[in-house]
């Protein structure tokens, strides 16, 4: 079994910056991806951003050049640093991870909200 443990997330204003950090743990014995999806009320899951075992970062088009996400193979860590957050940031965000039996792990989810 694979835990994945969110922090980081909070409260700020709009155009400020915020980094999402995640620890996974457990049985993991290789991982094709890790990353960030989120979920707004009343809307559906979506990518955010992830990054592959070969360090292949895909992001969202509503974050590039915003967002820059970066993971640590040995501490099995994944972080997204946020920047020039937007109101329409404000969702539940949750760390991802994709192992090699293609079984996807998800975090319990933490709250970003941006207000003035």
């Known amino acids: 079994q694979v835990q994945l443990v969110e922090s980081g997330g909070g409260l700020v204003q709009p155009g400020g910056s915020l980094r999402l950090s995640c620890v996974a743990s457990?049985?993991?014995?290789?991982?094709?991806?890790m990353g960030w999806y989120r979920q707004a009320p009343g809307q559906q899951r979506e990518l955010v951003a992830v990054?592959?075992?070969?360090?292949?970062?895909i992001y969202a088009d509503f974050v590039k050049g915003r967002f820059t996400i970066s993971r640590d193979s040995v501490k099995n860590t994944v972080s997204l640093q946020m920047n020039s957050l937007k109101p329409e940031d404000t969702a539940v965000y949750y760390c991802?991870?994709?192992?090699?039996?293609?079984?996807?792990?998800w975090g319990q989810g933490t709250q970003v909200t941006v207000s003035s």
């Open positions: 991802s991870l994709l192992s090699g039996s293609y079984r996807q792990y």
């Open positions: 457990g049985s993991i014995f290789s991982i094709v991806n």
């Open positions: 990054v592959s075992s070969g360090d292949i970062r």
